[in-house]
């Protein structure tokens, strides 16, 4: 029996999840703490609305909602993890190896890995899952998954506490052509900029970009 794991271009955990085959995904996750309460339940809502709205559009209609729906939670999204949360782990030295050797350890495995940025409370990648037979592809939700899982279960280590570590829902974003693979990818490496964390992106010690980025099939 097929579960969450297996690869499937539409999948469900709490949020609706379209993965074509062959794609690039722009992804975003956050701390378990990055949200409040108040902000959690807010987005629960409006998933609720959204599922009860899609069932009565036509299947014809349905790939437009859901890119729509995520268009506008995405924007909402980083609004939120940019504003409310003051946890930090992920600015630590030591919290952002365990990541970037996490994240270097599947690339060329599951994925093609094709940048990242750790922000302070959150983590955003962008990643081309590989073929592993006709018509199947890496699963986005096992390949998240197991990043949580490891890099929560060592970052507890080294902060010395235990619990929940990231938030379980991800948040992804089909790439859909060249122009918009090349504002992700902006908008990623800008974002300790935009965060006047740094002047120059290159100056993150957070951020990685694959150098023949430029050459990756869309």
């Not at 235990?162 to 992700?184: A, C, M, P, T, V």
């Amino acid at each position: 029996m097929q579960n969450q794991f297996f690869y499937r271009e539409f999948y469900r955990r709490n949020l609706p999840h379209y993965q074509p085959g062959n794609g690039i995904f722009f992804i975003t996750t956050c701390l378990a703490k990055a949200l409040s309460t108040k902000i959690i339940s807010e987005l629960k809502q409006r998933k609720i609305d959204f599922q009860n709205m899609i069932k009565k559009v036509s299947e014809n209609q349905k790939i437009f909602v859901l890119k729509e729906f995520h268009r506008s939670y995405f924007r909402d999204f980083e609004s939120f993890i940019h504003s409310q949360s003051k946890k930090d782990w992920l600015i630590r030295t030591s919290i952002q190896q365990v990541i970037k050797e996490n994240l270097l350890f599947w690339d060329g495995v599951r994925y093609k890995l094709i940048a990242f940025c750790i922000m302070p409370n959150h983590l955003h990648l962008m990643i081309k899952p590989f073929q592993k037979g006709k018509h199947m592809y890496e699963s986005l939700s096992k390949i998240m998954f197991t990043m949580k899982s490891f890099t929560a279960n060592e970052c507890n280590k080294i902060l010395d506490r235990s619990g929940q570590f990231w938030l379980h829902e991800s948040y992804d974003h089909y790439i859909r052509n060249f122009k918009d693979y090349e504002y992700h990818l902006k908008y990623l490496l800008e974002n300790p900029v935009k965060s006047n964390l740094v002047n120059k992106w290159k100056d993150w010690n957070g951020n990685w970009l694959y150098k023949d980025w430029d050459k990756i099939e869309i």
